[in-house]
């Protein structure tokens, strides 16, 4: 069974009067008063083998955003590869692509219109074992694959225009047990941590360069003080990389370098007991959540949970709060586009939390209501994810009126695939702005001449200009296409 997800749609189109050499235009609410991300969907995938080897479902289960953060089934569950773990989508959200570990293959799938998977998903062997930890490029046109391996590999896929893949190449770390790869936001660098759960040993973080198809290129080696590298993300203007390192029961902050060389952040080390192995990055780059899972030497529940951290201007990292509970075994971790709600996907009770963010502050509040089921067994590494927000389309028409009197615009042609559109910015292009005007604004000119008009919108989960992309997946696919501009002739 399908159930279609509806996003809800804020419009404003009423008029205001002209004033004398003015800009009118309606009020329209601010992204922050809008839905957000309701609707969206989240997804998690199921290992189907916990740590006493009892065996269940690996599937992917489906849920939609309520108003509250609250989740609900979107139709059945979806079948997958077993020991399933990391989730990754193409910045268009029309793929998503799935890490089997105990298959050595990723799993792809098309995404629907109403969110949903469409069936079967296509397997394809990463050409080495263990794989687990995922990435794709900003442009969506290579996949990366950390394999757990000995010697450690990293996967190199090539993203078809249909979203199939293809390997081109398995790539050598030149260390072992490679545990997660992440993309800087321009696209230059691969990060690829390493190391076991089992292991307190130290492990590098190996930085490769990116050439312009997509392959790994001239690669560098961080000796860190982390102890298996899991969770890792950036801050989404690229500068900062932090990385949840499992057996050091801690985050570790790296500035990174024109070159991509790592050099650690004021501090460096930053507490996150016990057991961090998930993260994500809020879409504004000002705070990190970090999920302890608690699991070694065995599950510890009073230990697990989430930690919120706000970042400085120097990427250091100041814990906020204590540890937040979020049943038994956070483990994968993941936050909206509208940076409102976090989920966790927790290991030993199979299920998922929800979370709303202060946007403020950045703190935590539990939703309403219990977890929800994950409905199969054992959510792994990387197993909850967030369909990414598609951009807006500016698009305006206008209507000149002489000198002195209005010209008035039209834009409610914009529009926004997955949302709605929830702020107009105008430049009228002589030196007069209009800052949140709505889409049918008025204007009068000074002078006749040819003034260049432009628009720039804004969706409700404020996606824009640019995209937003943390290491693995965008969450805000934004472009140029939410600007537009076109010359207008005001006669005399």
Known sequence: ??????????????????????????????????????????????????????LGPHIISIHTIGADGTLTPLGDTVDTGKGARTIVFGPDGRHAYVAATEENAVYAYEVADNGDLIEPGQAYPAGDTGAVGL????????????????????????????????????????????????VSPDARFLFV?????????????????????????????????????????????????????????SVFGFRIGADGALTPVPGAKFDAPLIPEGMTMAPDGRHLYVASVASVPQHMP????????????????????????????????SITPDGRSLYTSNFFSSNISGFRVDP????????????????????????????????????FTATPGPTGQPTYFDATASADRDGSIARYDWDFGDGTTLRNGGPRPAHKYRSAG??????????????????????????????????????ITIPD
Not at 209 to 215: A, E, K, L, S, V
Request: aromatic residues 6%.
């Open 360 to 395: 403020s502050s950045g703190m935590l509040r539990d939703v309403p209501g219990p977890p929800v089921p994950a409905d199969g067994k054992a959510p792994g590494f990387g197993s909850v994810a967030v369909l990414p927000n598609q951009g807006p389309i500016a698009s």
């Open 1 to 54: 069974m399908v159930v279609r997800k509806h996003f809800f749609s804020v419009t404003a189109c009423v008029w205001m009067a002209a004033v004398p050499f003015a800009v009118n235009g309606p009020a329209t609410a601010d992204p922050a008063d809008h839905p957000g991300s309701t609707g969206r969907t989240v997804y998690v995938s199921t290992t189907g083998r916990d740590t006493m080897g009892h």
């Open 302 to 333: 009073d230990m697990d949970g989430v930690w919120t951290f706000a970042i400085g201007d120097n990427g250091t990292l100041n814990r906020l709060g204590p540890r937040l509970d979020a049943e038994d075994g956070p483990v994968g971790i």
């Open 450 to 487: 040819v003034f260049e008009v432009t628009l720039v919108v804004t969706d409700n989960e404020r996606c824009s200009t640019r995209q937003v992309f943390t290491g693995h997946s965008a969450l805000c696919n934004g472009g140029p296409a939410a600007r537009t501009a076109r010359s």
């Open 193 to 249: 941590s390493h190391g076991t759960p089992l292991d307190d040993i130290p492990d590098p973080i190996v930085t490769f360069d990116i050439h312009p198809d997509g392959t790994p290129g001239r690669s560098q080696t961080t000796d860190s003080r982390c102890a298996t590298g899991a969770g890792m993300d950036t801050t989404p203007d690229g500068r900062f990389l932090y990385v949840a390192c499992m057996r050091s029961d």
């Open 135 to 182: 990435a794709i490029t900003p442009n969506g046109r290579t996949l990366y694959v950390a394999n757990q391996s000995n010697p450690g590999t990293v996967s190199v896929f090539a993203v078809l225009p249909n979203g199939n893949l293809h390997l081109r190449d398995n790539v050598a770390t030149g260390s072992l047990q490679p545990r997660n790869v992440a």
